[in-house]
């Protein structure tokens, strides 16, 4: 059984930074694709950060790029998001999640297509 557990939200000013993590287990973790996608109360789910295990590629949204590094630790099976100059618009439930098996367009696209496997999510507030 697939299990994606995140950490790492919470409250913050705006500037401030913080650290999610996402811990896999009963996985294919190596070689594949995995993200964070974050949700807005009545927005649309979207896709913040994706990396493909295999080699590390990271793929951001333009809303994020410069601000927020997704990296990954093999060892661990564990995928990270760290988000440094938050803003407000950041606000939002963040989510981990998984492809069954590496789609390359899905993945560098950051689309939820192709992620069949998610986390619980965590919150992200972020405060003016």
């Known amino acids: 059984q697939v299990q994606l557990v995140e950490s790492g939200g919470g409250s913050v000013q705006a500037g401030g930074s913080l650290r999610l993590s996402c811990a896999a287990s009963g996985y294919t973790y190596s070689s594949n694709c995995m993200g964070w996608f974050r949700q807005a109360p009545g927005k649309e789910r979207e896709g913040v950060a994706t990396i493909y295990t295999g080699g590390g590629t990271g793929y951001y949204a333009d809303s994020v790029k410069g601000r927020f590094t997704i990296s990954r630790d093999n060892a661990k099976n564990t995928v990270y998001l760290q988000m440094d100059s938050l803003k407000p618009e950041d606000t939002a439930m963040y989510y981990c999640?998984?492809?069954?098996?590496?789609?390359?367009?899905?993945?560098?696209?950051?689309?939820?297509?192709?992620?069949?496997?998610w986390g619980q999510g965590t919150q992200v507030t972020v405060s003016s």
């Open positions: 999640a998984a492809q069954t098996v590496y789609r390359w367009t899905t993945c560098n696209t950051r689309s939820t297509v192709d992620f069949a496997y």
